[in-house]
T-cell receptor
């Protein structure tokens, strides 16, 4: 079985400061990793994904994440956040079955002016 | 392309009532899923389908039924609504092809059971 742990439920950060949202996973098989963002009262939108290849993945809106197999982590980073980045962020894993995406409990990012 | 369309966006039910949440996708994805989102619990999988005529249970299936008669549609039925089913429900469609996979989500249905 897969599980996903997002260590921080809430992360406040000042505008233009860097941010890291942490995600760890456990799985007995190789998985694909995803970060989704949810703006208030909206659905989930894909930020980035790691399927194979380079462990540093770049996504939309200036976000990037690094896959670390030895630490089973997939932390999300942005060097300088904007007010518009205020949202809920979800880490997810999938066994490349196309279905059964397993989500973490989410991290609420609040950017302070 | 509309992507994944969910209706209704909001619904209030009385305890014991039944209803169907609709979900349709126009991307010809073989996989579709229903999740519920509750504060502090992330998204939990209710039911999923790997193709027309094939469905299976996820983590929290009790109190819900699904069917998949076509590739496009995947309705979720609440048989007898309970206050514990107050939640935000998301439908997703996804694919798996040549080492690539991704899920696309609808805008959600906010359900309140009183």
């Amino acid at each position: 079985a897969q599980s996903v742990t997002q260590l921080d439920s809430q992360v406040p950060v000042f505008e233009e400061a860097p941010v890291e949202l942490r995600c760890n996973y456990s799985s007995s098989v190789s998985v694909y990793l995803f970060w989704y963002v949810q703006y208030p009262n909206q659905g989930l939108q894909l930020l980035l994904k790691y399927l194979s290849g380079s462990t540093l993945v770049k996504g939309i809106n200036g976000f990037e994440a690094e896959f670390n197999k030895s630490q089973t982590s997939f932390h999300l980073r942005k060097p300088s956040v904007h007010i518009s980045d205020t949202a809920e962020y979800f880490c997810a894993v999938n066994k490349n079955t196309g279905n059964q995406f397993y989500f973490g409990t989410g991290t609420s990012l609040t950017v302070i002016p | 392309n509309a992507g994944v369309t969910q209706t209704p966006k909001f619904q209030v039910l009385k305890t014991g009532q039944s209803m169907t949440l609709q979900c349709a996708q126009d991307m010809n994805h073989e996989y579709m899923s229903w999740y519920r989102q509750d504060p502090g619990m992330g998204l939990r999988l209710i039911h999923y389908s790997v193709g027309a005529g094939i469905t299976d249970q996820g983590e929290v299936p009790n109190g819900y039924n699904v069917s998949r008669s076509t590739t496009e549609d995947f309705p979720l039925r609440l048989l007898s609504a309970a206050p514990s089913q107050t939640s935000v429900y998301f439908c997703a469609s996804s694919y798996s092809r040549q080492g690539r996979t991704e899920a696309f989500f609808g805008q959600g249905t906010r359900l309140t059971v009183v």
